[in-house]
Structure formats: C-alpha cells, structure tokens
C-alpha cells in the first residue's frame, strides 16, 4: 500500500470538486433549503411523525442525509465518466495505483464532498428550527457509512456508463426514487401495511432511519440493525469495485 500516492489521488478529487464549489457544495445546499422551506410548510402538522418531534425536525435529519448521499454519489460517477469521455484517465491508469489505493481515493473524496454538503444544509437548518442532537456519533457513523456507501455505488456506475445521459439515467430511475421513497419526508409506520413492507426492503430506508435516529433517540427500525444493513450492503460494494478496479473494467479501453 502506497499512502503517497493514494493521498496524491484523493487530493486531485477533492480539488475537482472544491475548484467548482458553487455547483458542488453551495447548489445542492439551497435546493435542499428549498425542500425545506416547502414541504416544511405545506406539510407541517398534517403528516404523522415521531411523539414529541414536529414534521419539520423530522424533515431535517432526512434531507440531511439525501444530499449527503446523493452528492457522495455525484462525486465519484461524475469523475470516472468525465475522466473516461475526456480521456484523462490514462494518468490514473499509467501510474502504478493498486486497485486499493484507487478505491480509497474515489471513495475518501466523495465521503468529504458528502460531509461539505451536510455540514452547509445542517447550519442552515439549524436557524430554521431547533435540531436535537442525541446521539452525535451514531449521526457522524451514519452519515460517513452513507457517502461511503453511494461512492461505492458512485464509482461502479462510473465505470460501467460510457456517456454522460447513461450516469443520468442511472441517478434519474434508481438513485432518487429509491431516496424519494427511503422515508425522508415521511415515518413508513404511516404508510399502508404493503408500501411499509417494501421500504423494508429499499436499502436507503436504513441509511435515513438510522441517521434520523442519532437526532431523536426514535427510529422506524432498532438502529443496530439499519447499521448491520447498511454495512452489509457497504461491503458488498467495496468487494465489487476492487475486482471491477484490479480488472480494468470499461477503463483501459476507454
């Protein structure tokens, strides 16, 4: 393992996206803050939530938690497909990278944009309306475990497109419907017994639960076991882009 290089890697990504802040970090910060302003008030009172946490408390946490995983998302599916299209990613080839050390470079740069968004849409939020905090390590393992998570997912897309519409189409029909209906804006114990059933088995549904939690102390599901999920589905991802990486899929014939 070659810390240098890795880190040189994981520098270049986070200047990618650091370079391009007002797209990367400040854009997805108001487009959530207007979610919030939104749903918090058209739905407020009128949508059934935990004892004693009003529906905009409750919004918070899961916006939170979308942007954060939708940009960790963003990061790494964007920067594979740029480098692929442009051809720059024979710089990343040529150098003697292990398929580790990429790994942990994509990953670690998305994981930090992920942070960079959650940290703006949280001060924001918190002069909206008053956020509990109850558990701040279960908020912080939760919210690195989700970047990490749609990095992952991130960087096989990336590999996988070979044009800019196909990552488009990828975000458009799995990420967002599966975030949308992952119980940010709403408790699935308010949902009907077949539709509570299915978000069981919606892999994001466990990443905003178990975020939710670290505010309130509730949750949908015992913490313990969205954890468990979202660390199954965590290294199932990671053991699927090492071999992609090892093999050069899709990327030494770009």
């Known amino acids: 393992m070659n810390w240098l290089s890795c880190y040189t890697l994981f520098k270049k990504e986070v200047l990618r996206w650091v370079k391009v802040w007002l797209q990367t970090v400040l854009a997805p910060v108001v487009t959530a803050w207007l979610y919030l302003l939104v749903f918090g008030h058209v739905l407020e009172g009128r949508v059934e939530v935990f004892d004693g946490v009003s529906y905009t408390q409750f919004l918070i946490p899961g916006?939170?938690?979308m942007t954060v995983i939708q940009n960790a998302f963003a990061n790494t599916s964007s920067s594979m497909i740029q480098s692929k299209v442009m051809g720059s990613i024979v710089f990343v080839l040529l150098p003697p990278f292990s398929a580790l050390e990429m790994f942990l470079a994509y990953i670690g740069a998305a994981v930090m944009r992920g942070l960079a968004v959650g940290v703006g849409v949280f001060i924001l939020a918190v002069w909206y309306a008053h956020v509990p905090i109850d558990n701040f390590f279960i908020i912080?393992?939760?919210a690195v475990l989700g970047s990490y998570?749609?990095?992952a997912l991130g960087l096989i897309a990336g590999m996988w497109a070979e044009k800019f519409d196909q990552i488009a189409?990828?975000?458009s029909f799995l990420i967002v419907p599966l975030t949308f209906l992952s119980g940010v804006f709403y408790s699935i114990n308010s949902l009907p017994e077949m539709w509570a059933t299915l978000s069981h088995w919606n892999p994001f549904f466990y990443m905003i639960d178990g975020f939710r939690y670290g505010?309130?102390?509730q949750s949908d599901q015992p913490v313990l076991f969205s954890f468990l999920a979202?660390?199954?589905?965590?290294l199932v991802l990671t053991i699927v882009?090492?071999?992609?990486?090892q093999r050069g899929y899709k990327?030494?014939?770009a």
Do not use: I, N, P, Y
């Open 63 to 65: 916006l939170l938690m």
């Open 140 to 142: 912080l393992l939760f």
């Open 149 to 151: 998570t749609l990095g």
């Open 169 to 171: 189409a990828f975000q």
């Open 215 to 217: 505010f309130f102390g």
């Open 230 to 234: 979202m660390a199954a589905a965590a």
């Open 241 to 245: 882009c090492l071999v992609l990486l």
């Open 251 to 253: 990327l030494r014939d």
